[in-house]
C-alpha cells in the first residue's frame, strides 16, 4: 500500500485546513488509518487513529479534528478548524492491516505497517 498525504500548507490561527491521504495498492477500507504529526524539534506524536469500530483522539485536538474515510476513493480525510501555532507539524498518515482497539496500541506508530512522505502546516499566529 502506498499512501501519500497532501493539503498542507500556511494558515493563520483559528483558520481550518483539510488534509487528504490517498492510498493505491490495495483497497483499504477495512484498514486502521491514523495520523501523526512531528513538530520541529520534537518527536513523532499521535493525531487520531480510526480502526474498524474504534476512533480514538489525541487530548490535544480533540474537539477541533474530525477523521473521516471515502472508501469509494480509497482516501482519508483529516479536517482540522480551529488551528493553533502549537499544531504547527509535518502530518503524516499511516495505514495497517491489523484491527486495533486500545488506546495503547492505536497510538503506537509501529502498529501501522504503512505511512506517508508527510505534509507540512504552518500556523502562524
Known amino acids: 500500500v502506498q499512501l501519500q498525504a497532501f493539503g498542507g500548507g500556511l494558515v493563520q490561527a483559528r483558520d481550518s485546513l483539510r488534509l487528504s491521504c490517498a492510498a493505491a495498492g490495495r483497497t483499504f477500507s477495512s484498514y486502521t488509518v491514523g495520523w501523526f504529526r512531528q513538530a520541529p524539534g520534537k518527536e513523532r506524536e499521535f493525531v487520531v487513529s480510526?480502526?474498524?469500530?474504534?476512533?480514538y483522539y489525541a487530548d490535544s485536538v480533540k474537539g477541533r479534528f474530525i477523521i473521516s474515510r471515502d472508501n469509494t476513493k480509497n482516501t482519508v480525510f483529516l479536517q482540522m478548524k480551529s488551528l493553533k501555532p502549537e499544531d504547527t507539524a509535518v502530518y503524516y498518515c499511516a495505514a495497517g492491516s491489523r484491527r486495533l482497539s486500545t488506546i495503547t496500541t492505536m497510538t503506537a506508530p509501529l502498529s501501522y505497517d504503512y505511512w506517508g512522505q508527510g505534509t507540512l502546516v504552518t500556523v502562524s499566529s
Open positions: 480510526s480502526s474498524v469500530g474504534s476512533v
